[in-house]
């Protein structure tokens, strides 16, 4: 009898043993399948070169699988809506004064991420090759935001082709010009829209996106173009809830890669100069 009983134990606890090795065993497959599963990042862009830059990331971000989910969007505004609805996780299309312009107009919680590059603003104008040239009598056509409408103001101070009154912060009004020598007359119209009206103005100022279009480059068409020590680079935003995220964070160090880096000195004529 009390062989019988001793058997019977060891029988049981070998049920058990190998019970707990099979739980054991499908927890080490839950958390191995938990660690490879997917992840995904949605990112919205308007146009190149911030398209090709996420592109990019999208590739070196797949190598730790995690996807990157890319939505282009049609203008400058949709992809801050959109952000601020939490339809995206973040976006890749703007100046930090624009993100801040959208925050106060729309009492949103947006936050810089990561400075990428500099999209170097010039003016350009169709029938004059240098600024000595340019009538003091000019039309300028500028955009129509207040952040641009700043950078435009802060390009031309920075060449002492106007004079801007001191202000405590913020941003760079027309009414701020203190002396314009030049007597410039200036109008204003949406980004996209100045290269359309480039024939009808004596000069533009525009991104190099948009020069582009008309098929200029800051190195070799701008009559002057900003300098590196301003505030407008493109950059990677985010909402306050989720800038600091993992996902964000490897995504932001994705687009700071070599990679990214050469592909932005790849482009013609200083379109884009590394922020990183």
Known sequence: MKKWFIIMMVVLASVLVACSDSNDSEGTESSSDDNNKEQT???????????????????ILAEDNINVEVVEMGDYIQPNEALANEEVDAN????????????????????????????N??????EYTSVEE???????????????????LRLLASHNLIELKEIDGGQ???????????NYSFEDAGIAALTRLYKDFDGV???PTHAGNLDLTPADDALITEKEDNKFAITLVAREDNADSELIQKLAEAMTSEDVREFLNSREGEASIPAF
């Open 121 to 126: 603003f010039g003016l350009y104008a169709q």
């Open 205 to 207: 100022i525009v991104n």
């Open 41 to 59: 990042v949605s990112v919205a862009v308007v146009e190149s070169p911030m398209l090709d830059v996420v592109e990019i990331a999208k590739e």
């Open 172 to 182: 760079y009004g027309l009414d701020d010009i203190k002396e314009d020598s030049h």
């Open 92 to 119: 890749f299309s703007q100046h930090g004064p624009f993100m801040n312009q959208f925050n106060q107009n729309k009492d949103a919680n947006l936050t810089e991420v990561q400075p990428i590059y500099y999209a």
């Open 134 to 152: 340019f009538p003091d009598d000019a039309t300028i056509g500028i955009a129509n935001d207040p952040s641009n409408i700043d950078r435009t």
